[in-house]
């Protein structure tokens, strides 16, 4: 179906677009800005991602974030897919509506209660405060957004299929591993970015669960910005986003590319 | 006894010598307050190619399901081989199962399917290949070993599933609804290739269906379900020649169902009166029914006779009026509205070109059978 071109239609989706984009446009554009000023041109240079290099404050920042996005996303992927698969797969069992439900409840609570929370758990069981804490906190709230995309990808799932398996003579196990698992393992592989991607702009919870040790990247983002805006800044925000946007091309074109492959096939299959 | 020189016949229900391969003794299902099996008692025996016959929710998957494991009794034993299978899971019984919706394994090639089984038996890993290649050449899919489920087509994605779950050689096979997603053409040439491969392998197959064709085409003995309880368990064409009940004999075929009262009787021959002012309906049936007792009078459509003029050489002729008429090609059906308002269904073969027109709307005909044509059912 093709519509004509309008002028009503061109507006609406450049208001749209310009609305979405125009402040991150503005970032980049001041990112490669000669002058320390932020809000003055003064011609094209790349002298700020030079010296973001040099920074090693920001330098740890982001290796403290990658470490703690690159572990607790992927605890978070093996709680949240085990809690998945016990609340869809498990059958009827006492108070089964109550824990489903609760595993929703960090999605709707305030990140603030939940840091708040997660701080007087840690003082009070005597935890140091570092990176394992943040660790622990980021878990906690993203896997319950892993356990949401990889059950609602379960509900869909031929049942039948790990009945199989069973009948095949896989203990149940052996049937989650090497059937339930390799079907799933989209889901649980998206869950985990939503996870590493939560994580990574977690400034909230972060704050609380962190100790002097470690400091995260938005943590030192916005403790410099409330010093003033540096260009610096803006040179990181650009890497940030390069790296998001180049993320998410990707992701969207192997699952574009992997689902025209499988139609391509069935519509061979059905041919012969 | 076979006469020498013929065919001995398969019928090991009938042999008292010949155990039973799968025996459900008092078997209930209940499903919270909702009664799927009914106290229900089977022999299948080896070798047999048995079918579960029933509308749907009359509790024959649920049967299926026992044997394979995902469901247990509510109360009853179910043995297979003269053992209790209560216990064993599902991966450790000798039964495989076909499943309606196939589930293959869509990650898996069509060979790494089959093999699936096969990499988790007792089986050396070095004799997998080549039991993989032999249930591929059963199955006629040599040529598509390494293609993935969704690039074959469905007929094929059938009979991986049926290459898969015969690999391991199960003493028994459950087939639910096997041929269910496959158009006409294709089911009736894979219901014989089923028979073929079930004859080849000697394997017991049991089959869940809802398709009286297809229960009646394949197996050697049919179970016809109702409400979780088996109505009756016959070879097909007994099922279909001597139905026990007024439901059996509706649910197989095409039936005439005349409701009256049983008349005089002599030994098993009745006379039925079933309506005022019309002769009675001479039939035979089991011996030793009461008079006044109510019954139908069950006759097929092709035993029913339709003809112009008043048959002689019939105990039984009606008259009545051609209301319409159903041109099937190799057959044709007619509808004749009796002269109280019942409808007798009457069949002919069309064994001549455009002939029988004679036949055609509102004429006044005579519809007649022999004493032997029809049944009595009290059920």
Redesign the interface.
């Known amino acids: 179906m093709s519509r004509k071109f309008t002028w009503f239609n061109a507006t609406a989706l450049t208001l749209g677009f310009a609305f979405l984009y125009l402040p991150m446009v503005i970032l980049i554009i001041y990112s490669f800005n000669e002058s320390k000023l932020v809000t003055v041109w003064a011609g094209f240079s790349t002298k700020w991602y030079g010296e973001l290099m040099q920074n090693d404050a920001f330098l740890s920042a982001a290796l403290v974030t990658l470490k703690v996005a690159a572990l607790s996303s992927t605890f978070a992927a093996i709680l949240g897919t085990m809690a998945a698969y016990v609340l869809v797969r498990g059958g009827r069992f006492m108070g089964r509506t109550l824990f489903s439900g609760m595993i929703y409840a960090p999605l709707v609570m305030p990140e603030v209660i939940t840091g708040l929370s997660l701080l007087l758990l840690f003082i009070s069981i005597g935890l140091d405060r570092g990176i394992f804490t943040i660790v622990l906190a980021h878990t906690t709230f993203a896997m319950c957004y892993v356990s949401v995309v990889v059950s609602s990808r379960l509900v869909t799932f031929?049942k039948?299929?790990e009945?199989?398996?069973?009948?095949?003579?896989?203990?149940p196990f052996?049937a989650f591993i090497?059937?339930t698992l390799?079907?799933i393992a989209p889901a649980v592989i998206s869950g985990w970015l939503l996870a590493f991607t939560l994580s990574l702009d977690d400034l909230v919870i972060a704050s609380f669960a962190a100790g002097p040790s470690a400091t995260t990247l938005p943590m030192k983002i916005f403790s410099s910005v409330r010093l003033g805006v540096s260009p610096e800044i803006n040179a990181l925000s650009t890497i940030m986003i390069s790296i998001v946007t180049v993320g998410v091309i990707t992701a969207s074109l192997i699952s574009k590319r992997s689902i025209g492959q499988?139609e391509r096939?069935?519509q061979?299959?059905?041919k012969? | 006894m076979a006469q020498p020189g013929n065919k001995p016949v398969f019928a090991p229900w009938n042999d008292p010598s010949k155990k039973p391969l799968i025996q459900f003794k008092n078997v209930t299902k209940k499903f919270g307050e909702f009664v799927a099996i009914d106290n229900l008692t089977l022999d299948i025996y080896a070798k047999e190619f048995f079918a579960l016959l029933g509308p749907s929710g009359c509790g024959k998957t649920t049967l299926m399901r026992m044997l394979a494991g995902f469901e247990n009794p509510t109360s009853g034993t179910i043995l297979l081989d003269g053992q209790d299978i209560a216990k064993v899971p599902p991966n450790k019984r000798a039964v495989n199962m076909m499943f309606q919706s196939y589930a293959l394994f869509p990650h898996l090639s069509v060979a790494n399917n089959i093999a699936f089984g096969l990499k988790r038996s007792p089986m050396p890993k070095q004799e997998i290949p080549a039991r993989v290649e032999e249930m591929l050449r059963l199955v006629r899919l040599e040529q598509f070993a390494n293609r993935k489920p969704h690039q074959i087509s469905g007929g094929q994605r059938q009979r991986v599933a049926l290459a898969r779950s015969l690999a391991k050689a199960p003493k028994l096979l459950l087939l639910d609804e096997p041929l269910g997603a496959l158009d006409a053409k294709l089911r009736e040439d894979t219901q014989f290739e089923l028979m073929d491969i079930q004859e080849k392998t000697g394997t017991t197959f049991v089959i869940v269906t809802h398709d009286q064709e297809e229960a009646m085409t394949v197996a050697s003995r049919i179970a016809v379900m109702d409400h979780g309880q088996i109505i009756q368990v016959d070879t097909p064409d007994k099922i279909y020649e001597y139905p026990n009940s007024v439901y059996v004999a509706d649910f197989i075929g095409d039936v005439n169902l005349v409701k009256g009262r049983i008349g005089a009787s002599d030994g098993e021959k009745y006379s039925i009166n079933w309506a005022e002012g019309q002769p009675a309906i001479k039939a035979a049936g089991p011996a030793g029914i009461a008079p006044d007792t109510e019954c139908h009078f069950a006759i097929r459509p092709e035993k029913v006779a339709i003809a112009m003029e008043k048959p002689t050489d019939k105990p039984n002729a009606l008259q009545g009026r051609i209301l319409d008429i159903a041109y099937l090609g190799n057959v044709s059906t007619y509808h004749v509205e009796l002269d109280n308002g019942i409808i007798m269904k009457a069949q002919m073969a069309n064994n001549r070109r455009i002939s029988r027109r004679d036949l055609t709307w509102d004429d006044h005909v005579w519809v007649s059978f022999t004493e032997t044509a029809g049944l009595v059912l009290v059920k």
């Open positions: 031929d039948s299929l009945e199989a398996a069973l009948d095949l003579g896989c203990s052996d090497s059937v390799p079907i499988r096939d069935e061979a299959a059905l012969q």
